[in-house]
């Protein structure tokens, strides 16, 4: 019980340490969503409402890729921007910048997937009218994103979900820096190894609030589409 109030403390007494690792965590995996959904549900568009030569197979490769490991996401990427790698004069590793990328590519394949299912069902009952209206494809793709605003902005929820959750890249390519590239999910798995329950505790408790919020937010908005 003491282990409880000492974590709930350091959240209540805004703890500098705890702040700079909560912050960070919402910089890079709000960051890493946003770019992702704005790729994630272009592609979708274009993908519902054409049909072209390949698009079963980069189906199933987006498919392939939502269930990638995220290990590794960060090991190819180490690889890729080490001193040694072939994007190594970028000198991004163990920055936020390679961290933000690792989450994109993980978050990406889900919202693309995710979207694709919910336009394509929306092309489908609106498409023939939108042709018979002279609608250009541009005009299609937008209504058809504006009529599953509701859907998509769940769909963009769970993928921040996603990338809050997430630890096996993030800890590869960020180095679990203090002060630098340390979040709430690789903290936690630090501070618990070095027995500083306190604060891994504070943390998880933080995680559990930020997703009962998101939880909320999506009730809310299924509620306004029903």
């Known amino acids: 019980m003491e282990l409880i109030f000492e974590s709930v403390g350091k959240i209540l007494s805004f703890d500098m ?15 890493a969503t946003l770019i992702s959904a704005i790729v994630s549900i272009i592609i979708a568009s274009h993908m519902a409402s054409t049909e072209f030569f ?17 290990v590794v996401v960060g090991l190819v990427l180490y690889i890729v921007f080490s001193a040694s790698g072939i994007l ?11 961290m933000i990328i690792a989450q994109f590519i993980i978050v990406t394949p889900i919202i693309i997937s995710l979207s694709l299912k919910s336009l394509t069902e929306k092309y489908e009952q609106l498409g023939e009218f939108l042709t018979s209206l ?54 936690i798995v630090l501070e618990t190894s070095r027995g500083e329950l306190s604060l891994a505790l504070s943390l998880g408790i933080s995680l559990l609030i930020i997703a009962l ?14």
């Open 17 to 31: 340490n705890y702040l700079d690792i909560v912050f960070l965590s919402l910089y890079v995996s709000i960051f």
């Open 88 to 98: 190594g004069f970028m000198d991004i590793l163990y920055s936020p910048t390679i």
């Open 213 to 226: 919020i998101l939880n909320i937010a999506v009730s809310s908005i299924k509620s306004r589409i029903l």
């Open 54 to 70: 390949g698009k079963n197979i980069i189906i199933i490769l987006v498919n392939t890729f939502m269930s990638i490991p995220p």
């Open 134 to 187: 002279n609608a250009s494809k541009k005009q299609i793709k937008n209504t058809i994103i504006y009529e599953s605003r509701f859907n998509l902005l769940i769909i963009v929820i769970t993928g921040l979900s996603r990338a809050l959750s997430e630890v096996g890249a993030v800890i590869i390519v960020g180095g679990n820096i203090d002060n630098l590239t340390r979040v709430m999910t690789t903290s």
